[in-house]
């Protein structure tokens, strides 16, 4: 089983649309959580950190549940511009290291 | 402002071959990655290093050597380029926090497309 494991997608989505996104990862002990945006053939950027009790960040926001072991990102009103893979991201902090999933792909349609 | 970048941006290159992917840095940042990204695996670590001269095997290391002589550099080399060394090759660094020592946030370099033949 993967560390960290997401659905690839794709989602295709018309604009204004609200899309969610899943992660779950599996360690326990993993303390920060990330999502990372990846454009086509370009290199990947942070997005947001994940808390505990959930953060927005304008049109996106991220949750945690612990219990389960569960990440997610909402976006609302989804734009041409966040057609994107977005990276789901678990950090070991003993080690230093980010272990990535494989990526979500939206796409936005006009 | 530089940021880090990567060298070449593109290579091919033939089976055995040796090849050495370049990395820099101008920020200073203590800890540095080396990253491979294949469809159906997403990104995983070569390998890393906390500061200069200190480095460490990350998921993926066999047919790798680093090196960090200087803190703003960290090549990659590929020993005897295999096929299944095609791929493509990010580098990051984030810099040491004081309080745990080790930063949560990484910024990529614009990546290496590596084709071996």
């Known amino acids: 089983r993967k560390e960290v494991e997401q659905d690839p997608g794709p989602f295709n989505v018309p604009e204004g649309a609200t899309v969610a996104f899943n992660c779950t990862y599996s360690?326990?002990?993993?303390?920060?959580f990330f999502w990372y945006r990846q454009d086509c053939r370009k290199e990947p950027k942070l997005l947001m950190s994940?808390?505990?009790s959930g953060n927005e960040d304008g049109r996106f926001t991220a949750q945690l549940n612990r219990a389960s072991q569960y990440i997610s990102l909402l976006i609302r009103d989804s734009k041409l511009s966040d057609s994107a893979t977005y990276l789901c991201?678990?950090?070991?902090?003993?080690?230093?290291?980010?272990?990535f999933g494989q990526g979500t792909t939206l796409q936005v349609k006009p | 402002d530089a940021g880090i970048t990567q060298s070449p941006r593109y290579k091919i290159t033939e089976t055995g071959r040796q090849v050495t992917l370049m990395c820099h840095q101008t920020?200073?940042?203590?800890?540095m990655f080396w990253y491979r990204q294949d469809l159906g695996h997403g990104l995983r670590l070569i390998y890393y290093?906390?500061?200069?001269?200190?480095?460490d095997k990350g998921e993926v290391p066999d047919g790798y050597v680093v090196s960090r002589s200087k803190t703003e550099n960290f090549p990659l080399t590929l020993e005897s380029a295999t096929r299944s060394q095609t791929s493509v090759y990010f580098c990051?660094?984030?810099?040491?926090?004081?309080?745990?020592?080790?930063?949560?946030?990484?910024?990529f370099g614009p990546g290496t497309r590596l084709l071996v033949l």
């Open positions: 991201v678990v950090y070991s902090g003993n080690t230093g290291k980010l272990i």
């Open positions: 990051a660094s984030s810099e040491r926090l004081q309080t745990s020592g080790i930063s949560e946030t990484q910024y």
């Open positions: 920020w200073s940042h203590s800890y």
């Open positions: 290093s906390a500061a200069a001269d200190i480095t």
């Open positions: 360690n326990s002990a993993s303390q920060s």
């Open positions: 994940v808390y505990s």
